[in-house]
């Protein structure tokens, strides 16, 4: 198996890296009903500086550290000095995803200009970020067609931004010894399980609105889910055992209950349904692949037992099986915004995506460890 996944992590990284740019001024004309469905050209490719192409930078410097050879510092620095240049996008949650690298990368660049942008992406996000009811990170998003401009999802919590900005937060907090960065990225993690969390299903709805006071359609959406699933091992592992001993018992907790409740929601194929508990919904590997690498790192932190190991070995097994000959990952979902029913989320276009890629490749990769 072992030969297996490595011959796939190499198809993945190829890919990957050659996935190039997209038409973005495309966005411009696109009809809102495409949009609906996942078209957006920005999020194609891994050329800009947004999410789907930060959570693609992070899985490749998951490989790097695994592999401990620097191999893709090319890459990296390419990248960067070519988005730098060309001048970064409105501040906002999802293009705050690349700084989850690039702070990762700090020590290897060696460059005060890219630490300046770090520093100045934590203070935003504490300062100038606008915030909900109860101080929430409110999901504000990229403008489509505009670059420089952003849109406000006002009053609202998405459970995406744990992952594109809470755990930026968190290690920038730790690397530069600032409790109050760290305090930060703990109450955006508690709030997000307070509004979020269904104690009933043991699973996270995609948003809430303090508008409404509701969950948007209370639908139970599996990349959503696996933010946290993938996520918050991420957080407590940045701790390196200095965590709480109560905040980090909470967080387990939840995180087992969560992954009890997936557990039994895995299709026959070992994959999961894009809208968990909807079996008529299509089966999706982007986010099966983060809960199959949660899974497994909580595993090997001894946080869930070892009798989860079957049903992450399933989910690699059908990854696997999802990866085509070029390195292309099948049935990913394109980015998704939030629903009023299921029916929302069953209609998102299937497509090539930088972070399917990514997100195959850490699922393989914290196998193959």
Known sequence: MANELQEKINLLVEKLMNLGGADYDSDKTTSENARKTGLVARDFGIEEWDWPQGVGLYGLNKLQLLQGQDQYMDFFKNWFEANIKKGLPSANINTTAPFLTLVDLLDKFQNADYEALCMERAEWLMNELPKTKENGFEHVTSSIGNRNASARHEEQLWIDTL???????????????????????????????????????????????????????????????????FGIVDFIEAFHGDMDAGLKRYLEDTFKAQVNSLMALQGDSG????????????????????????????????????????????AIEAIC???????TVFNVSAGTGIGMDKGHYKNIMIAPMAYGQSLALVALCEALE
């Open 321 to 327: 099986r999802n990866i085509g000959s070029d390195g």
């Open 163 to 229: 992952f594109m900005a809470v755990l930026f937060l968190n290690k920038m907090g730790h690397k530069y010894n600032r409790k109050d960065w760290i305090e930060e990225s703990i109450h955006q993690v508690l709030l997000h399980i307070k509004y979020l969390y269904d104690k009933k299903a043991g699973l996270f709805y995609h948003g809430w609105t303090f508008k409404e006071n509701n969950n948007f359609g209370e639908v139970f959406w599996c990349r959503g889910n696996s933010w946290f699933t």
């Open 271 to 314: 994959l999961w349904h894009t809208v968990l508990d909807d079996k008529e919904s299509y089966e999706e590997v982007s986010g099966s692949a983060a809960i199959a690498t949660g899974m497994l790192k909580g595993i090997k932190l001894g946080i869930l037992d070892a009798s989860c190991k079957i049903k992450a070995d399933r």
